[in-house]
């Protein structure tokens, strides 16, 4: 059953790639959106059939297909695992991406392209599968890097566009850089436990017998690759340029597949994570730097994906403090309420976006509340849950891990996470309000959205308002069901009821204040806000990073390149090799003149050699 899971959207991929190069006249064939839709549907069903299993025995399930490498100690199988973490996060990495591939069947309708982009879309799918599935390191970096790959070409899947293909090879060469670190740490991880065995169920067994330095070592470089994928400080400037790629993609990137990665491996490896505190200590510091940072881009940002975009990196900070102080639970649970909340809030921008016939600038949008009911009332729950606003889902779990932070005694990240949670109210309703309320052109006409497009929101909706209490705490008449099933090592610090409903109520009244700034700011005329020009060109060049990049690493490697191709290549390698070839062009000439077919020629070379010969045999005997 496990196989299954992910080899079906492999397998459709596949199909419907062949299908798309061998018969381009079945464009926009229902075969594309029934098989398209079907493969992550069917491995939806299969992934709750296994989570029910799980309620009922609560044994983790392995299946292994067969053994890939054997070499001495070198045993690698492919072979997957589904203990509690996995099946929870399968079960809605399925859900959601069903319903992502169900908007997009309406989104791409028309696209000359459309059997092309489902079978990259389903290639994405089993690769995140692949990835939370993996029962050792090497499988999961396999997902890892076909994750990336698939990104790749979803995010430049409009190749005519120059920017679009600058977009993917950008995504691409800064996940390379963090999944260098990566592969350094499962090699480390390896050595170090070599004739261990190299599952997860047997590295965790014998992860004690490491020291601390190789803990800590194998640790940094693990985050580094999570960095990448999870688009935090410093590897985060991908992010806002993958919105290139169609909207759907942006949803299924950013709510159930790449940028949960890092999070998802963070808590995978707690057992290893567990025994080296001043690490996780750093990873929190990170992801309470991310949170921020991004919240303050995403504050000025006009682009309605882009905002999206920096508000996911904005949550993945969150998501890192959790796991960073040892609260995993609590952060996989951010994963799983921002899968709902986020796939909605982008399926609604690309519903707006198609509406306004791909406008993308909230500030001329305006007054769409009346036109597009189901997209309002959605995208209003939506901000809801990630503004952290009860009983919206966003509430519970990032309540959460502003108690972890708190009750850990770390006040300086819990600041920083509160701040950001004022931050994220004020560009989320900064958002909801200029394309629904402020003023919009008479003049404009509206693009019919189809069907396949709204109703997943009303379920994306419905699950935005309602899983949060999945995760109830005992203050509030809940047992943190969700904390209890995934079972994770958590770090625990106790707090009393009065001390949660304090800390509660304070972020709820951030929240409200973000949103009542935003509603007066923004709510009516948005051209009025104004701000200091220094202050807004700053963030919104992200504070220069992307300058600082050409300057450090761009602009010296191509100094050098032009220098190893200018100089270096032509008038020193070259001029060696060439120089070697002409001595023996040389030497070969010299020994062809020896050779002039003539008998006169041989017999004179006889004669001197016979003489040279003699000379020497007399000199030896001393006759001369």
């Known amino acids: 059953m496990l196989s299954l899971i992910v080899v079906l959207p492999f397998l459709s991929a596949l199909f419907l790639g062949g299908l798309y190069l061998s018969r381009p006249q079945l464009q926009n064939s229902f075969i594309y959106t029934a098989v398209g839709i079907a493969s992550p549907a069917i491995s939806a069903i299969l992934s709750f059939v296994v989570l029910l299993r799980m309620f009922a025995d609560g044994n983790t399930v392995y299946e292994t297909l067969f053994q890939w490498i054997d070499i001495g100690s070198f045993q690698i199988a492919v072979a997957f695992m589904a203990d509690r973490l996995s099946v929870v996060m399968i079960s809605f990495i399925t859900l959601i991406g069903t319903l992502i591939h169900i908007y997009a069947a309406g989104y791409m309708r028309g696209d000359p392209c459309y059997g092309k982009f489902f079978s990259y879309f389903n290639l994405f799918m089993g690769s995140m599968l692949l990835l939370v599935l993996a029962d050792n390191p090497v499988m999961m970096f ?59 169920d047997a590295i965790a067994a014998n992860i004690s017998t490491l020291s601390t330095e190789q803990l800590t070592l194998i640790g940094l470089l693990l985050f580094v690759g999570a960095m990448g994928k999870s688009a935090q400080i410093p590897l985060y400037v991908w992010l806002p340029d993958a919105m290139a790629g169609p909207t759907p ?37 990170i992801g309470a730097a991310s949170a921020l940072f991004a919240a303050l881009m995403a504050t000025f940002e006009s682009d309605i994906k882009k905002i999206l975009a920096y508000s996911t990196m904005s949550q993945l900070g969150y998501m890192f403090i959790a796991v960073g102080l040892g609260a995993y639970s609590s952060g996989i649970f951010h994963v799983f309420t921002h899968a709902f909340f986020k796939a909605l809030l982008f399926m609604g921008a690309g519903a707006v976006i198609i509406a306004l016939h791909h406008e993308q600038n909230i500030f001329k949008m305006g007054a769409l509340k009346k036109a597009l009911p189901v997209v309002y009332v959605s995208m209003f729950i939506a901000t809801l849950a990630i503004s952290g606003i009860p009983p919206f889902a966003g509430f519970f779990s990032k309540d959460a891990i502003l108690m972890a932070a708190f009750s850990s005694e770390h006040y300086d990240i819990w600041a920083v996470g509160l701040f950001t949670a004022f931050l994220t109210a004020f ?7 200029s394309v629904f309320f402020a003023e919009g052109s008479k003049e404009r006409t509206l693009q019919e959205l189809p069907g ?12 935005s308002a309602t899983v949060g209490f999945l995760g109830l705490n005992e203050a509030f008449g809940g047992h943190s069901w ?28 951030v929240a409200l204040m973000g949103m009542g700034l935003s509603y007066r700011m923004f709510a009516h005329n948005p051209q009025a806000a104004k701000s200091d020009q220094w202050l807004k060109t700053l963030i919104i060049k992200k504070f220069y990073v992307d300058e600082l990049y050409d300057v450090m690493l761009v602009k010296p490697l191509l100094l050098l390149s032009r220098l190893i191709a200018t100089v270096i290549d032509p008038k020193i390698v070259d001029a060696l090799i060439m120089g070697l070839s002409k001595s023996y062009l040389l030497m070969g000439r010299g020994f062809a003149r020896l050779q002039t077919g003539r008998v006169g020629d041989y017999a004179l070379q006889i004669l001197i050699g016979v003489s040279l010969m003699s000379t020497y045999i007399l000199f030896k005997l001393g006759m001369m």
């Open 482 to 509: 969700f904390q209890h099933f995934l079972s994770l090592p958590d770090v625990v610090h106790e707090v009393s009821h009065s001390q949660e409903y304090m800390l509660a109520a304070l972020s709820v009244a």
């Open 452 to 463: 396949s497009m709204t109703r997943p929101m009303l379920f994306l909706a419905l699950g």
């Open 427 to 433: 560009y989320m309703f900064r958002l909801l309000f």
């Open 249 to 285: 993609v942006s949803a299924l990137i950013h709510a159930a597949t790449m940028v949960t990665a890092g999070v998802y491996m963070v808590a995978r490896y707690s057992f290893l994570y567990v025994e080296i505190p001043d690490v996780g200590l750093f990873i929190a510091y």
């Open 142 to 200: 396999v997902g890892w890097e076909l994750v990336g790959l698939s990104s790749y070409l979803l995010i430049g899947f409009y190749h005519q566009d120059h920017a679009n293909i600058t977009a993917a090879n950008k995504a691409f060469i800064l996940n390379r850089v963090g999944d260098f670190g990566f592969i350094i740490a499962i090699a480390l991880l390896f050595v170090s436990l070599e004739g261990s065995g190299f599952t997860f």
